[in-house]
C-alpha cells in the first residue's frame, strides 16, 4: 500500500508561482513513479508531471514544461511541484498519484491517490 498526501494548494495571481508538495508513505512507495494530475471544474483529470524515485527521471505535459518543475526528496519521502509563471488556466486540484513501473500520461493507470489540494490563479 502506498498512501500520499498533498499540500501547498492556495490563492495567487497570475505570474505567481506556488510550490506543492507530496508526502509519500507505505512499504513500497520507493520504487512506484509519482505523477501530479490536475482537474478543473467539468474537465476530465489531466497529467501534469511525473517523477522516478530511482533515477529521477521526469516527463511533463505540454501546457507545463518551462514552467513547472517536478523534483523528489528521497530523504523526506516527498514530491514537489515548483509551479512558475501561474496562468489562470491552471487553476484546477492538484492531486498526486503512485503506480507500478513506469510512468503513465493517463490518470488510468494510477492505483493511488492523495486527496488533492485547490490552486487558484486570480487574473
Known amino acids: 500500500q502506498v498512501q500520499l498526501e498533498e499540500s501547498g494548494g492556495g490563492l495567487v495571481q497570475a505570474g505567481g508561482s506556488l510550490r506543492l508538495s507530496c508526502a509519500a508513505s507505505?512499504?513500497?512507495?520507493?520504487?512506484?513513479?509519482v505523477g501530479w494530475f490536475r482537474q478543473a471544474p467539468g474537465k476530465e483529470r489531466e497529467f501534469v508531471a511525473g517523477?522516478?524515485?530511482?533515477?529521477?527521471?521526469?516527463l511533463y505535459a505540454d501546457s507545463v514544461r518551462g514552467r513547472f518543475t517536478i523534483s523528489r526528496d528521497t530523504t523526506k519521502n516527498t514530491v514537489y511541484l515548483q509551479m512558475n509563471s501561474l496562468k489562470p488556466e491552471d487553476t484546477a486540484v492538484y492531486y498526486c498519484?503512485?503506480?507500478?513501473?513506469?510512468?503513465?500520461?493517463?490518470?488510468?493507470?494510477?492505483?493511488?491517490w492523495g486527496q488533492g489540494t485547490q490552486v487558484t490563479v486570480s487574473s
Open positions: 498519484a503512485a503506480r507500478p513501473y513506469a510512468i503513465q500520461v493517463g490518470a488510468s493507470h494510477y492505483n493511488y
Open positions: 507505505g512499504r513500497t512507495f520507493s520504487t512506484y513513479p
Open positions: 517523477i522516478t524515485w530511482n533515477t529521477g527521471s521526469t
